[in-house]
């Protein structure tokens, strides 16, 4: 059984910065990449961050030089950095996982979500 758990989602003003993190927890043999999703009210789920496990990075257009993804292999942790935040940051944000269970078997995890909201 792999759980992924998020914290650090709140309330923030416009311009404001909030810190996410998320841990993988249960029977895993190793983690590939690890990100973060959101999804706001109406719209799909984007992967907006992620992280290999050598620490090679991409992000969406829409948060470049304003969120970092940062990761502690040895805590099997993936952080996520928001600053400048903005209105339209307001969604659900999800950690995921692309990681190898202590079976061998390769698969896709996410998290429950946490919630981000912008407002002044």
């Known amino acids: 059984q792999v759980q992924l758990v998020e914290s650090g989602g709140g309330l923030v003003q416009p311009g404001g910065s909030l810190r996410l993190s998320c841990a993988a927890s249960?029977?895993?043999?190793?983690?590939?990449?690890m990100g973060w999703g959101r999804q706001a009210p109406g719209k799909q789920r984007d992967l907006v961050a992620h992280?290999?496990?050598?620490?090679?990075?991409h992000y969406v257009d829409s948060v470049k030089g304003r969120f970092t993804i940062s990761r502690d292999n040895a805590k099997n942790t993936v952080y996520l950095q928001m600053n400048s935040l903005k209105l339209e940051d307001t969604a659900v944000y999800y950690c995921?996982?692309?990681?190898?269970?202590?079976?061998?078997?390769?698969?896709?995890?996410w998290g429950q979500g946490t919630q981000v909201t912008v407002s002044s």
């Open positions: 992280i290999t496990s050598g620490g090679s990075t």
């Open positions: 995921n996982a692309d990681l190898t269970t202590g079976r061998g078997v390769r698969s896709d995890y």
């Open positions: 249960g029977s895993i043999f190793g983690i590939n990449a």
